[in-house]
Every structure is written in structure tokens, then in C-alpha cells.
């Protein structure tokens, strides 16, 4: 907003950025969090050497924020770090995601048959261009739903699910009867950011992902953007239906468009649900995983009875986000019982034994309206999926509906060279 010329006053009542999405130093900021009683023990290290993210997020190396953040070079006050491993849970133990041909062939996930057709799907997949019908073979992608392609390769249900969860990073199977364009696109934006550095698919920003929205802020102030921590929001104030101002500490801010969190106005958004996330605090890297210092796990919902999936995200001392010798692994979903706690098991049962836990459970609150009237704009609140690509939406979806123009990644690097100059 800054960079396109919008005066832009960010206020947030907690004293760090990021709001829900923080990461929370010092490890005794986090014990205070969750109340539990005592200090840490002194074998977790020292307090300041941990940066916990309350939200676990992985970052697509191909994908829109990435993107994003290249555009407006937030990346110069960021550093990232490819994840290790991405994994995927079948029958009660986990397995390494295959996405290319020859991890395709090597994957003991599949018998020899099913190998060469999974391979014959990812070669489809790869040639697959959504501009060329060419490319199609008799399918029609804005028609054909994913069903019928999974069965055009004649694959089977172990490999359905582990490529519509663990590459197409689908929550639930819904997909399956949508037409297939989508998944397609999804599961090569998986191929493409694997191919950039080749472990995983992901990266981490080192420190925790509240370096994020820091380097927002920051690149904010270079265009005249004004950032307040610590402040507190008494009212905000609305006129003849439209927003005017937001009142703090007794003064009035006026504005004529208003961003936030569904937490601050809390009677113009709806729960739709709602997610439970475990912190697990570990000595040890995951089992099976090859001693990978950072992984993300995929429990598919078919694999336990589920309608969503658990999504288990693994990061480590090697990202300046914990002691020395020390493991953070986060495992989040969509609550769907009246036992949360219990729906996890399958996932804690994998990282055992956990030194200490870190239990929450989040309302999904949802806008209830655009907010073109109002010209207040709600973020949705973050659902259980471990990848940003959802969050690049929300703020593409916001910037559509606050200017009523898409949101131009080009336009936008124009703009900054106009200022910046080319280099």
C-alpha cells in the first residue's frame, strides 16, 4: 500500500509485530503465553536464543509470496533457509514425498506398476500448460474434474492421496470433484519450487516468521509508512456507515480505509470453525525423517479417519529459532470433535518423547461482508494449512477489495523502481 502511494499508519496493541502470527522471544515470554507455572528448566538453553512461532508457515520457493517478496525486496532484511524434507504418513509410519520422475521410481510408497503410472501423471503434469491445448490429451481443464484424471492414470488411493495432500497441499478431498486446472497448476508450483534448490520444496525465514511482517514494516517506513507498537485500539469510529477514524489513547486517528484482523472487530466477523496447535518442544529430530533438521509431515485425512488433514511442521537451532541441539515441531489441524487433544494422537505419537507442549485452540473467524461499504477490510483468520500461498491470497484479496484492481506483481516492481532506481 505504501509503495503505491497510500499514507499508511500501522497500529498494533501488542508490544512485537506480527500480532497472531508472531514469533515469541524470549522461551519465557511463551511459558507466560500458555500460563504454565515456572521458568523454563535450564536445559532448554537460554531464553532469547528462541524465537517460537505461534502460527507454523512454510513458504513455497516458486510460489506468489516469495514472489512478492522479491518484487518489493523485502528480501533485503530477511534470510532464508530451504527445508529439509517433506513427508507424507501411510499405514503408521512416515515416507518421503516423491515429486520427481526418479524419486518417483526409487519410493517404496508404491509397487513397480503404480511407480511408472505415477510417473507418467508427473511427466503430464510437467508438460501441462493451461494456454496450450496441446498440452490437454483429451482433457478439458476448466471441466474435467481431478477425479477423472487420477483415473485417465488408472492411480491408485495411496497415491491420490499423498499427491492431492502432500503435493497439491489440499486440506480435505473436496478438490476431487472441482475441475482439474487448479490441482494441476498446484501440483507443478510443488515440482518448480523443488527444482530451485532441491531438498524440499520450502523455506523458512531464519530467526521465525515474524521477521516477516518486521520487513514489511520496514520497506513501509522507506515510503513514508508509520509503524506503533504497544498501542492500544479503544474504538473504532464509523460514520454514516463508512469508517472514519480509529481512536487510541484518547486521540483519533482519521482514515478513510481500515485493515485488520478479525480480533478487532469482532462483531462484523463469524466463527466457521476451528484449529488446535500443538508447540512441541523436542532433544531430538523426528524419527525417520534422516535426522532432517527442519521437515514439514502430512498425515493424509483417509490415513485416519479424518475429513481434514494434520499438518506436522519441524524447524531447529540451524534457523535461530531455538537452543542449541534443540527441535520445535508444530502440529496443527482442523478441530472436528468435542476431543481436539485426541485427534492430534496419531501425530504426537511420531515425535515422542516431547520435553514440553504448548496446547491452543483458535476460532477460524471469517468477514461478514467485503467491507466496500464500511471501506473496513478483514483478514481471514489462518486456518491449519502450513503453506503461505493462502495468506499471499488473503492479501491479493484485500488489496482487489480495497482498489478494485487485481494486484499487478509488475506494476508493483515499476513503482518501486521509479524510486529505487533499476538496480
Known amino acids: ?48 536464543d528462541w524465537n ?10 516458486n510460489g506468489q509470496l516469495v514472489k512478492m517478496l522479491l518484487y518489493t525486496e523485502v528480501t533485503r532484511y530477511l534470510d532464508f533457509k530451504v527445508t529439509e524434507g517433506s513427508f507424507v504418513y501411510k499405514g503408521g509410519k512416515i515416507y518421503k514425498v516423491p515429486s520427481t520422475e526418479a524419486e518417483a ?9 503404480e511407480k511408472r503410472r505415477f510417473r507418467k501423471f508427473l511427466v503430464y503434469v510437467a508438460n501441462f500448460d493451461e494456454n496450450d491445448p496441446r498440452t490437454f490429451e483429451g482433457i478439458d481443464p476448466k471441466k474435467t474434474a481431478m477425479r477423472e484424471v487420477y483415473k485417465k492414470f488408472d492411480l491408485g488411493q495411496d497415491v491420490i492421496d499423498f499427491t492431492g495432500h502432500a503435493l497439491a497441499l489440499y486440506r480435505t478431498d473436496d478438490y476431487l470433484d472441482q475441475p482439474c486446472c487448479e490441482t494441476i497448476n498446484r501440483i507443478k508450483l510443488y515440482s518448480e519450487s523443488l527444482a530451485r534448490y532441491g531438498k524440499s520444496p520450502y523455506l523458512y525465514p531464519l530467526y521465525g516468521l515474524g521477521e516477516l511482517p518486521q520487513g ?28 472514519i477514524g480509529v481512536k487510541s489513547e484518547g486521540e483519533v486517528a482519521r482514515c478513510k480505509q481500515l485493515i485488520c484482523d478479525p480480533s478487532y472487530v469482532k462483531d462484523r466477523v463469524e ?8 508447540i512441541c518442544i523436542l532433544s531430538h529430530p523426528i524419527k525417520n525423517t534422516n535426522d ?11 490415513q485416519v479417519n479424518r475429513k481434514s488433514d494434520i499438518y506436522v511442521c519441524m524447524i531447529s537451532s540451524a534457523h535461530n529459532v531455538a537452543a542449541q541441539g534443540k527441535y520445535i515441531a508444530i502440529v496443527s489441524t482442523t478441530v472436528e470433535t468435542k476431543e481436539p487433544e485426541k485427534e492430534i494422537r496419531p501425530a504426537l505419537e511420531l515425535l515422542e518423547p516431547i520435553e514440553q ?31 503461505f500461498e493462502t495468506t499471499c491470497d488473503d492479501i ?19 513503482k518501486k523502481n521509479d524510486i529505487y532506481g533499476e538496480d
Do not use: W
Open 1 to 48: 500500500m505504501s509503495v503505491n502511494g497510500k499514507k499508511v499508519l500501522h497500529m498494533d496493541r501488542n508490544p512485537y509485530y506480527g500480532g497472531e502470527s508472531a514469533s515469541i522471544t524470549p522461551l519465557e515470554d511463551l511459558y507466560k503465553r500458555f500460563k504454565i507455572p515456572g521458568a523454563p528448566p535450564a536445559s532448554m538453553g537460554r531464553g532469547r
Open 52 to 61: 517460537v512461532d505461534l502460527i507454523p508457515k512454510f513458504l513455497m520457493a
Open 105 to 113: 521410481l526409487a519410493s517404496s510408497l508404491m509397487g513397480l506398476f
Open 216 to 243: 514489511f514494516a520496514r520497506l513501509s517506513a522507506i515510503y513514508g509508512g508509520t509503524y506503533m507498537l504497544n498501542k492500544p485500539i479503544e474504538e473504532i469510529i464509523v460514520q454514516d456507515g463508512k469508517v
Open 271 to 278: 466463527k466457521v470453525g476451528q484449529v488446535i496447535r500443538v
Open 292 to 302: 532432517a533438521n527442519s521437515c514439514q509431515i502430512i498425515i493424509p485425512q483417509n
Open 357 to 387: 507442549k504448548f496446547v491452543s485452540i483458535s476460532d477460524l473467524l471469517v468477514p461478514k461482508d467485503l467491507g466496500t461499504e464500511s471501506q473496513i477490510f478483514i483478514s481471514r483468520a489462518y486456518d491449519a494449512t502450513t503453506h
Open 396 to 414: 491479493k484479496d484485500i488489496y482487489k477489495r480495497m482498489t478494485g484492481s487485481e494486484f499487478d506483481f509488475e506494476e508493483m516492481k515499476r
